[in-house]
Nanobody, 122 residues
Framework: QLQACGGGLVQAGGSLRLSCAAS????????MGWFRQAPGKEREFVAA????????DYTDSVKGRFTISRDNAENTIYLQMISLKPEDTAIYYCAANRNGYLTHRISAYNYWGQGTEVTVSS
């Protein structure tokens, strides 16, 4: 089970830190990812992190602004977001991929959290 939190309303240029806590065992055997879905749009990949945390991947629109990290001792991943833009407004979902490789593909992720809403005002 994945539980995401940390969303909220922020002005453009502001920052937020999302968290996603996982229950269960073997958290460090899962690649973890963040996705988002804006109103009226399809869900899209945001960032992913390898099992150890050594490898990361980002969609181009967030590179240099978002940082994904994980704490395997706490079964938690994070998404630090700075320089937020109105186009970052979306519901953000965390997800777990047991196949062990970094991927943007939604279908590769086996488990999903409930989402946390981020609204960036202009």
């Amino acid at each position: 089970q994945l539980q995401a939190c940390g969303g909220g309303l922020v002005q453009a240029g502001g920052s937020l830190r999302l968290s996603c806590a996982a229950s269960g065992r073997a958290f460090n055997t899962y690649v973890m990812g963040w996705f988002r879905q804006a109103p009226g749009k399809e869900r899209e990949f945001v960032a992913a992190i390898s099992r150890s945390g050594a490898g990361t991947d980002y969609t181009d629109s967030v590179k240099g602004r978002f940082t994904i990290s994980r704490d395997n001792a706490e079964n938690t991943i994070y998404l630090q977001m700075i320089s937020l833009k109105p186009e970052d407004t979306a519901i953000y979902y965390c997800a777990a991929n047991r196949n062990g490789y970094l991927t943007h593909r939604i279908s590769a992720y086996n488990y999903w959290g409930q989402g946390t809403e981020v609204t960036v005002s202009s």
